[in-house]
């Protein structure tokens, strides 16, 4: 088992920034992957960005290329998600998740709102 610990949401205005973070705890010798989901009211749950954890790997929604950045401290068992020029759109509770080592389950966070203003 994985424990997911999430911060940095906020209220912020359009244009401006926030840097999500996201603590592993518990078997995190096992992780294969961290990333980030969001769900907005009245929307289903959707794909943010993602990063394996060996190699490196990002993979990011089109949406968020090139504002978004998702990277990690492998020491620290930390995934952070750097959002730039955010969008009354970009508003959700966004949710960590961390899938293991043999293993399509995702372990996920209690998530962080983020609230844009226009």
């Known amino acids: 088992q994985v424990h997911l610990v999430e911060s940095g949401g906020g209220l912020v205005q359009a244009g401006q920034s926030l840097r999500l973070s996201c603590a592993a705890s518990?078997?995190?010798?096992?992780?294969?992957?961290m990333g980030w989901f969001r769900q907005a009211p009245g929307k289903e749950r959707e794909f943010v960005a993602t990063m394996r954890w060996s190699g490196g790997s990002t993979y990011y929604t089109d949406c968020v290329k090139g504002r978004f950045t998702i990277s990690r401290d492998k020491a620290r068992y930390t995934v952070n998600l750097q959002m730039n020029s955010l969008r009354p759109e970009n508003t959700a509770v966004y949710y960590c998740y961390a899938q293991l080592l043999g293993s399509d389950y995702k372990h996920w966070g209690q998530g962080t709102q983020v609230t844009v203003s226009s």
């Open positions: 518990g078997r995190t010798d096992r992780i294969v992957a």
